[in-house]
């Protein structure tokens, strides 16, 4: 069965499928978009050739061209970086405030400032990290569930706690956040 293609992750209304929209690397995506566009522009329709796969080249246009593909893969290891950079910096934040409180503990508030510096320049880049931790859980959040703990003191499947953070650069998502959710005792999911 062959894999599906980005316009069919993009229009399929269900959310588990969606989940999977990261993995088709970005070159791939917009080769196929210019592809459906040549044929519209042709009058062909969708469905009369197979759909892009990774490998496949991108079709040539003047900026493509422009591009080279050493271009398309330092992209890839910049936002890498930036994903493992803004990990590492929330992690670490983490580790200096008081889980209680949500202070920063006596002994870590000179080092608390500076990873904060670096969080609000991750801002001014126009870098979010979220780790949706408290919030209710819905299928459709940019997060890759763990596990499904039952929890007391909870009514509704909500996230609990986060091993990563989703990263999102100028509406772009570099990276999905890890959760694990807390559902309601005995709830038929726990098993």
């Given at each position: 069965?062959?894999?599906?293609?980005?316009?069919?992750?993009?229009?399929?209304?269900?959310?588990?499928?969606?989940?999977?929209?990261?993995?088709?690397?970005?070159?791939?995506?917009?080769?196929?978009?210019?592809?459906?566009?040549?044929?519209?522009?042709?009058?062909?329709?969708?469905?009369?050739?197979?759909?892009i796969s990774?490998?496949?080249?991108?079709?040539?246009?003047?900026?493509?061209?422009?591009?080279?593909?050493?271009?398309?893969?330092?992209?890839?290891?910049?936002?890498?970086?930036?994903?493992?950079?803004?990990?590492?910096?929330?992690?670490?934040?983490?580790?200096?405030?008081?889980?209680?409180?949500?202070?920063?503990?006596?002994?870590?508030?000179?080092?608390?400032?500076?990873?904060?510096?670096?969080?609000?320049?991750?801002?001014?880049?126009?870098?979010?990290?979220?780790?949706?931790?408290?919030?209710?859980?819905?299928?459709?959040?940019?997060?890759?569930?763990?596990?499904?703990?039952?929890?007391?003191?909870?009514?509704?499947?909500?996230?609990?706690?986060?091993?990563?953070?989703?990263?999102?650069?100028k509406d772009?998502?570099?990276?999905?956040?890890?959760?694990?959710?807390?559902?309601?005792?005995?709830?038929?999911?726990?098993?």
């Open positions: 069965m062959a894999s599906p293609s980005f316009l069919d992750l993009l229009l399929a209304r269900d959310p588990r499928r969606l989940v999977r929209f990261p993995d088709i690397p970005l070159d791939a995506a917009l080769a196929e978009l210019r592809l459906l566009q040549e044929k519209a522009a042709r009058g062909e329709t969708r469905n009369s050739a197979p759909p990774a490998s496949t080249a991108p079709i040539s246009t003047p900026a493509a061209a422009a591009t080279p593909a050493s271009a398309a893969l330092a992209n890839e290891s910049i936002d890498a970086g930036l994903c493992a950079l803004a990990t590492h910096v929330w992690r670490t934040k983490g580790k200096l405030v008081d889980p209680d409180s949500g202070e920063p503990k006596e002994e870590t508030r000179r080092v608390y400032r500076h990873v904060e510096a670096a969080l609000e320049s991750f801002t001014q880049m126009g870098v979010t990290l979220t780790d949706w931790i408290g919030q209710p859980y819905d299928p459709g959040l940019p997060v890759k569930v763990l596990t499904f703990q039952p929890t007391e003191g909870i009514t509704r499947d909500t996230i609990v706690e986060a091993v990563r953070p989703t990263v999102v650069w772009r998502l570099l990276q999905l956040g890890e959760v694990v959710v807390g559902i309601p005792p005995n709830s038929e999911k726990a098993s």
